[in-house]
């Protein structure tokens, strides 16, 4: 499964970005999806995942409140809104898919995309 991830860029504290992500028609909808993180000279860390339907969603606790991740399987694209960016989110975000929400949240995906950056100046 080639996962396409796109979106980041620069922004400034306080403001908004999207990320997006495509995977292939014929399995997407059938993998919960979510998105992780690597900031510079730290792990990769879990920040968001959706059920194959769309049905459930799970977020770290850093940014639920700000972040909302969605699907639209129609399109074989998950998104990552960010809200009221903070400078602590500049990370390398990645899109993941596994079986099941309970798989990436415990950062055991089956597949990885590719990173896009994200940067957020204070």
């Known amino acids: 499964v080639q996962l396409q991830a796109y979106g980041g860029g620069l922004v400034q504290a306080g403001g908004s970005l999207r990320l997006s992500c495509a995977g292939p028609?014929?399995?997407?909808?059938?993998?919960?999806m979510g998105w992780f993180r690597q900031a510079p000279g730290k792990e990769r860390e879990f920040v968001a995942g959706?059920?194959?339907?769309?049905?459930?969603?799970n977020y770290a606790s850093s940014v639920r409140g700000r972040f909302t991740i969605s699907r639209d399987n129609a399109k074989n694209t998950v998104y990552l809104q960010m809200n009221n960016l903070k400078p602590e989110d500049t990370a390398v975000y990645y899109c993941?898919?596994?079986?099941?929400?309970?798989?990436?949240?415990?950062?055991?995906?089956?597949?990885w995309g590719q990173g896009t950056q994200v940067t957020v100046s204070s």
């Open positions: 959706i059920t194959w339907a769309g049905t459930g969603t």
């Open positions: 993941a898919a596994a079986p099941r929400l309970s798989t990436l949240v415990q950062g055991e995906p089956d597949y």
């Open positions: 028609g014929r399995t997407f909808s059938s993998y919960a």
